[in-house]
């Protein structure tokens, strides 16, 4: 059992920058790997970022590398998203999963999700 919050969504304009945060309680931390999804309307679910157990690896879709960072803290149970650079083309939902293995960008292989937090990027 793992239960995730994400938190740290909101509105900001083109140009600005949001982190988002991801409470876990109910298991051992450190010994998930997690990522970082996202859903914009109408789309599907889709990639962002995924980190190792260990924080030692970590691994970015295409269309966000090189502004948004992920980390975690597992002292704290929590892992984050710096977003930075932000675009319209950022806003959706932006959930984070867990999975006890190797990070993946496979959301399929993900076992626990947060309820999503929502991203608005204005122009």
């Known amino acids: 059992q793992v239960q995730l919050v994400e938190s740290g969504g909101g509105l900001v304009q083109a140009g600005g920058s949001l982190r988002l945060s991801c409470a876990a309680s109910?298991?051992?931390?450190?010994?998930?790997?997690m990522g970082w999804f996202r859903q914009a309307p109408g789309k599907e679910r889709e990639f962002v970022a995924a980190?190792?157990?260990?924080?030692?690896?970590?691994y970015y879709a295409d269309s966000v590398k090189g502004r948004f960072t992920i980390s975690r803290d597992n002292a704290k149970n929590t892992v984050y998203l710096q977003m930075n650079s932000l675009k319209p083309e950022d806003t959706a939902v932006f959930y984070c999963?867990?999975?006890?293995?190797?990070?993946?960008?496979?959301?399929?292989?993900?076992?626990?999700w947060g309820q999503g937090t929502q991203v608005t990027v204005s122009s």
């Open positions: 999963a867990a999975r006890f293995g190797y990070a993946t960008s496979r959301g399929d292989e993900y076992n626990y």
């Open positions: 109910g298991r051992t931390f450190s010994s998930y790997a």
């Open positions: 980190i190792s157990w260990s924080g030692g690896s970590t």
